[in-house]
C-alpha cells in the first residue's frame, strides 16, 4: 500500500502529529472524559434524590442538562477513538471484539511511565463509568417500579368505578355507564 492510501485511511478529523503530541491529547480526552462522565453521574444522582422527592422542575432540570452532557461525552469518546487509532503501533494491530482500538492495545506499545498513566486514567474512566452504569440502573428500576404501581392503582380504580353511582352534569343520572381507559405503561 502505498502513502497516499495509507493517508486516506487516517480519522477525517486527525491532523498528523507526533506520537508524543497525539499521546499527550489523548491523555487530555481522557480527564475531559472523566470529568464529563463525573457530572453525568452527579446528573443522574440530582435526577434521582428529585424523583424521590418528587421535584418535577428539578428532575426536568437534570433531565435536560443530562442531554448536554451525553452529547458531550459523545463527542469525546469519537476523539478517543480517533486518537488511539492514531497511536496503534500498526493499523491492522488488535481491537476490541467490536473491532474499536483499545486503550490497552497503545499502552503496551509506550514507555512504562506513560503506559502507567495512560491506564491509570483509563481505569478511572472505568470507575466512573460503572458509577454511571449502577446509579442509571437504580434510577430506571425505580422508575419502573413507579409505572407498574400507576398502573395497577389505574385498573385498580377502574374496577371500583364500574361498580359505583355517578352524577351527569346539573345532578342527573347518567345515560350511559362510565368507562375509565388506561394503556399499559409497563414494557
Given at each position: 500500500?502505498?502513502?497516499?492510501?495509507?493517508?486516506?485511511?487516517?480519522?477525517?478529523?486527525?491532523?498528523p502529529c507526533s506520537g508524543a503530541a497525539a499521546r499527550l491529547r489523548l491523555e487530555a480526552v481522557l480527564r475531559q472524559l472523566i470529568a464529563c462522565h463525573g457530572e453525568l453521574l452527579d446528573?443522574?444522582?440530582?435526577?434521582?434524590?428529585?424523583?424521590?422527592?418528587g421535584n418535577l422542575h428539578a428532575l426536568r432540570d437534570a433531565a435536560g442538562r443530562e442531554s448536554v452532557v451525553l452529547?458531550?461525552?459523545?463527542?469525546?469518546?469519537?476523539?478517543?477513538?480517533?486518537?488511539?487509532?492514531a497511536l496503534l503501533?500498526?493499523?491492522?494491530?488488535?481491537?476490541?471484539?467490536?473491532?474499536?482500538?483499545?486503550?490497552?492495545?497503545?499502552?503496551?506499545?509506550l514507555p512504562?511511565?506513560?503506559r502507567d498513566r495512560l491506564v491509570s486514567l483509563r481505569d478511572e474512566l472505568l470507575v466512573v463509568m460503572h458509577a454511571v452504569q449502577r446509579e442509571t440502573t437504580i434510577a430506571r428500576r425505580?422508575?419502573?417500579?413507579l409505572l407498574r404501581h400507576t398502573h395497577g392503582?389505574?385498573?385498580?380504580?377502574?374496577?371500583?368505578a364500574r361498580g359505583s353511582?355517578?352524577?351527569?352534569?346539573?345532578?342527573?343520572?347518567?345515560?350511559?355507564?362510565?368507562?375509565?381507559?388506561?394503556?399499559s405503561l409497563v414494557g
Open positions: 500500500m502505498d502513502s497516499t492510501n495509507a493517508d486516506m485511511k487516517r480519522p477525517a478529523l486527525m491532523l446528573l443522574v444522582r440530582a435526577q434521582r434524590t428529585a424523583f424521590t422527592l452529547q458531550r461525552a459523545r463527542d469525546l469518546d469519537r476523539r478517543r477513538r480517533d486518537l488511539t487509532l503501533p500498526t493499523p491492522s494491530h488488535g481491537g476490541a471484539s467490536d473491532g474499536a482500538p483499545r486503550l490497552l492495545d497503545v499502552a503496551a506499545s512504562a511511565v506513560d425505580a422508575t419502573e417500579a392503582l389505574l385498573i385498580t380504580l377502574g374496577q371500583i353511582t355517578h352524577y351527569a352534569p346539573r345532578g342527573g343520572r347518567p345515560t350511559h355507564t362510565p368507562t375509565l381507559s388506561t394503556m
